[in-house]
């Protein structure tokens, strides 16, 4: 296993932590299935273009999220979103049509960096804009 899931990577809202949820675990089944020798590129390459899919449906309902709240930094996360659903889309497309060009090593370093950037650190920004924590900020307020 790659990433072990901690709870206090929860944002608040339910559909969303799911996604973070879904991701690590595709992430993982990637993870595991590098180095069994029986495993075929076409299975890679179906559970690469599962996170892709993934990628795009978390961002997605990620981005209405943040349009529906007061969360100052949407633009900017908005931004980040398309840069890295780009680089996603690229590797599972270079996979495709060249799986001896990606390093697996790397390619499994990147996913677990960009996850615990995008979860632990970037996600945790509007926490307090969605969900209990938008609820709280309102009751202070």
């Not at 996850?115 to 609820?135: N, R, S």
């Amino acid at each position: 296993m790659l990433i072990q899931w901690n709870d206090a990577w929860r944002v608040g809202n339910s559909a969303i932590d799911y996604d973070h949820q879904m991701l690590v675990n595709i992430t993982n089944q990637l993870w595991d299935i590098k180095n069994n020798p029986r495993v075929r590129n076409a299975e890679i390459a179906r559970i690469l273009g599962q996170l892709v899919e993934y990628v795009k449906r978390h961002f997605e309902r990620e981005e209405a999220i943040f349009l529906a709240s007061d969360y100052p930094h949407k633009k900017e996360h908005i931004a980040m979103h398309r840069e890295l659903t780009k680089v996603v889309e690229d590797i599972g497309v270079v996979f495709n049509r060249e799986p001896d060009l990606l390093n697996f090593d790397e390619i499994m370093a990147f996913l677990k960096r960009w996850l615990m950037d995008h979860i632990v650190k970037h996600d945790m920004g509007y926490k307090d804009y969605i969900g209990e924590g938008a609820k709280k900020r309102r009751h202070v307020a």
